[in-house]
């Protein structure tokens, strides 16, 4: 099992930017994805960014050019910059890993191991 623990999140304004982070309890086996996800309650999961190597990610077009997605290289941890933040950005937002194989794509489907979540709530 690996365990993933997101911390980062808060309130902020229209504008404001946070940075979310996932810190994993160990480095998955072998070759992995991650990626962050964000549920509104009562609404489905939405994917936001996908990590494969950090020539290889992915973003949904609602975030392209405000969210960057990256690894720290010594620690098995993926953060979230979040610049330019909007109300339609609240949400919860939770952290997805693969193990034993790379996954190109946003299917939340695709990721076993799940973080518990860190809220973010953007006020006009």
């Known amino acids: 099992q690996v365990q993933l623990v997101e911390s980062g999140g808060g309130s902020v304004q229209t504008g404001g930017s946070l940075r979310l982070s996932c810190a994993a309890s160990r480095y998955p086996y072998a070759a992995y994805s991650m990626a962050w996800f964000r549920q509104v309650a009562g609404k489905g999961r939405e994917a936001v960014a996908l990590f494969m190597t950090p020539r290889a990610t992915m973003y949904a077009d609602s975030v392209k050019g405000r969210f960057t997605v990256s690894k720290d290289n010594a620690k098995p941890t993926l953060y979230l910059q979040m610049n330019n933040l909007k109300p339609d950005d609240t949400a919860m937002y939770y952290c997805?890993?693969?193990?034993?194989?790379?996954?190109?794509?946003?299917?939340?489907?695709?990721?076993?191991?799940w973080g518990q979540g860190t809220q973010v709530t953007v006020s006009s």
């Open positions: 997805a890993a693969t193990e034993g194989r790379r996954y190109w794509g946003l299917d939340d489907q695709a990721f076993p191991y």
